[in-house]
């Protein structure tokens, strides 16, 4: 009953704040972003979204979105003096979450067995449900393992029976892994499950925006090894959709492009993978994927036993990928393959002593990843210069590179990230001076980089005090005196006197990793979505509002 009535006081405090906004009430002008750990425990609306519903194939339904809900965080131009805390966004104790924008809405998921997501508009936190449905691949010579009737409700979960509606269209039984971006003028989302057995083969894509999410299949078998159990990453650029792969195989680790989209129910992509023992040269008119074969990139392939692509992003026109091993960008916008185009990629590791003398993380996880499992969790431009998380068997680092300190020879440009491009950020003052920890050695692993309009925040994992976001408006920091914390303290202050933004822990000391990490606009607002949490018990979702 204690607890009933002290959320019914904080729902009650935020209308009335929200009330108080609207009739004109002047409050203190804020020194750092409101933090909100939105949740919704009802998940009573069906599923919304303005636009017209993009479905395909058999499905013809429309999206009648009715959802009149202005239930949005305060404005953060006024100090709320409010922190509402309200837990388990997806409604199911699910202790981990992806976050990711979509047609104008953010979404968390999967639900922990799989079969859908939650999304609000940016800014709110009216969470509704949407349920997923994946479609039968049942052509080719290769097709979906489970036998479950379909269309099939899940994308898998861990433990899930093989052969149920519990496990994914291809017996998939691990957590999903998300992204979207648009191809050819239209925004999809992507998501891909994970095969404790090995022989993951299937990407689903969809356009859909109404209450059931139908994915088609992308059969990528044609470009995938046997040993490939989970995806790594995932991203889109120039049109084409970037899979890193972990894998234990002689071509580790796997890094496929996928040039064309699904079609009605589903893609059986042709592609330069020969009955997987010898490959064609990537020929996109004729292939709809290729293996870029990252074993031959320099400073990727092989870089362990289990390898896998950490990190892609795009900066500057060219694609960059980061692992255990170093960093690579092509020299290209469309890259190709390495073995038949090899200058079509260079190494851009930095050459820096402080760099070298340190080993990187490694895993022998193929699935299920969080951020503090990667050698190179992240990357973000901001202010004209590529950012890029590394974490290392002693700890933290984060880099930065300058493109236009290096401009020759060739493949050195002064608009792409070259060797001697990068420098060591916020390195420590007062302990090892070779790590990015902002003074505070329990922060052992960075778990966030992230870039808006007007600020680049890191974050980190911390087991002893709770996490620690930090943030800098500098477009080109050097020092940990660049940053600030809570209330605008100065992070080269000890972490005593300069906590993170929103205290240890945003507020809640037990919130000891971050999870994953989105970033969304609506009109003049900026919104940086986090979802922390111990790793054992439901997550939280906080949300940066600038």
Known sequence: MDLLKSHIFYLLMAALWSSCGRVGYELAPLHEEALIHADDTSQSDPGTNTETDHGYGPDTDTDTDTDKSTDTVADTDRDTATDISLDDPLGDSSNYSFVFP???????????????????????????????????????????????????????????????????????DGRGVFTSGTIRGEEWLVVSGARESGDLDYIYMT???????????????????????????????????????????????????LKNAPQGTGLNAAGNLVDRTHDEACDISIHDACTLRAELIPGIGHSTDMSMIDAIFDYNGRLYIANSGGIARSTVAAPLDAFNYPDHWTEVTPTSADYSALESVTTDK????????????????????????RNTEAGPQLWACAPDLVTGPAPATDTDCDPGDWRLVAANTNSDTSLTQFNNTPNTHISLLAATDEYLYVGFNNETDGIAVFRTSNPSPSGVADFTGKDGCAAHLSSSDCEGIGGNGLGLPANSRIFSHAFSTAGSKEYLYLVVGDGIGAIKVSLLIR
Not at 228 to 236: D, F, Q
Not at 372 to 387: R, S, T, Y
């Open 102 to 172: 979509y047609r104008g809405q953010i979404w968390l998921g999967p639900q922990t067995d799989g079969t859908g997501a939650v999304h609000a508009a940016p800014g709110s936190s009216a969470f509704s449900p949407a349920s997923f449905s994946f479609f039968k691949d049942s052509s080719g010579d290769n097709t979906h393992s489970n036998d479950a009737q379909s269309p099939y409700p899940s994308i898998g979960t861990t433990g899930c029976a093989v052969g149920t509606g519990a496990c994914g269209p291809d017996n998939e």
């Open 366 to 389: 193929v699935a299920n990843l969080e951020p503090a499992d990667k050698a190179a969790p992240a990357m973000a431009a901001f202010g004209g210069e590529l950012f890029f998380a």
């Open 207 to 257: 356009k859909d925006t109404d209450a059931t999410l139908d994915f088609s299949y992308v059969d990528l078998s044609a470009v995938m090894g046997p040993q490939t159990k989970g995806i790594s990453s995932l991203h889109v650029f120039d049109d084409r959709v970037y899979i890193g792969a972990p894998d234990t195989g002689g071509k580790r680790p796997y890094l496929v492009m």
